[in-house]
């Protein structure tokens, strides 16, 4: 897995149909931008979809293309074949991979992933009860490197009507957190706040993220870029308390310890270390 798409937290959607947005997206301090094929597109233009994005990425810099993934249509779409193998010839040029929306088995990942060869990096967004209930197989995938959750349509496709605070939707959350730990990738990526322009909703729903143990979310304005990014680096106190931690088991030489009037031991050192790698992260963000 490539540290770019293992550390990011931010995933900014841009229609592909409007390469202006693409070249903001890209220059935005978002770790990657997904061009949207699926539902920012309407039916009649998704050929012209392809093609504008086929277009945009022979414009862009290698590092540019690196950061670059593509939300392809569902594998129960008449685009599918179309879309994977236009999916191929732009991983051939460079790009990270395909987001995977409506994903409920391994097979359609499979065909991406002989099609566009093992460059291409996969993520299965997770929008349907079946989709939670091959969460395994799906994190197990060839190239599957996160899980995203689709948490507005998976409301939808459950019958659910969620509270604001999503409360209902914890089980299923920690269900990706969970299946994505079992198969060894990344943490996952958790759905969007619809709000645009309420720092704290958006702020809020970071933090909940964070807590929960995904390792970023998708956002649909540049807005809540910097407000997530900024909830998923650690602040300078808790870089602080990880380096006291990590410098107190050096001087114990792994013992347990006390930093702080608090017990420090194996757990809490690994809590430290993804703290400082988080920092380390940030730090590089541009």
Not at 6 to 35: W, Y
Not at 117 to 131: D, F, K, N
Not at 183 to 199: F, L, R, S, W
Request: a negative charge; hydrophobic letters at 50%.
């Amino acid at each position: 897995m490539s540290d770019l798409l293992r550390n990011a937290c931010t995933f900014l959607f841009v229609p592909a149909t409007q390469p202006e947005r693409l070249h903001k997206a890209l220059a935005s301090p978002t770790d990657m931008v997904i061009a949207d094929w699926e539902d920012a597109v309407a039916p009649a233009e998704k050929n012209a979809a392809r093609q504008a994005l086929e277009s945009e990425v022979a414009t862009l810099s290698a590092a540019q293309r690196a950061r670059l993934l593509v939300r392809i249509n569902a594998a129960s779409s008449a685009w599918w074949d179309a879309d994977v193998q236009a999916l191929a010839r732009l991983v051939a040029a460079g790009i990270a991979g395909a987001v995977v929306p409506k994903a409920e088995s391994a097979a359609p990942l499979a065909q991406i992933a002989q099609a566009a060869g093992p460059a291409c990096a996969l993520v299965p967004l997770v929008e349907t009860v079946a989709g939670l209930d091959g969460l395994d197989a799906l994190a197990a995938a060839p190239q599957v490197q996160r899980l995203a959750f689709g948490h507005l349509d998976f409301q939808v496709d459950a019958g659910m009507q969620c509270e604001e605070n999503e409360a209902e939707l914890l089980p299923a959350r920690m269900a990706l957190v969970m299946a994505a730990r079992r198969a060894g990738i990344g943490q996952p990526v958790d759905g969007v706040t619809v709000e645009t322009k309420d720092a704290g909703r958006i702020e809020g729903d970071a933090r909940r993220a964070l807590r929960m143990g995904f390792g970023g979310k998708l956002c649909i304005h540049p807005a809540q870029v910097p407000l997530i990014n900024a909830v998923f680096a650690p602040s300078k106190a808790e870089v602080a308390h990880a380096q006291a931690v990590v410098q107190a088991m050096e001087a114990a030489q792994g013992g347990v310890c006390v930093v702080g009037g608090k017990m420090v031991d194996a757990p809490v050192l690994q809590l430290a270390q993804r703290t400082l790698r988080r920092h380390a992260w940030a730090q590089q963000r541009p």
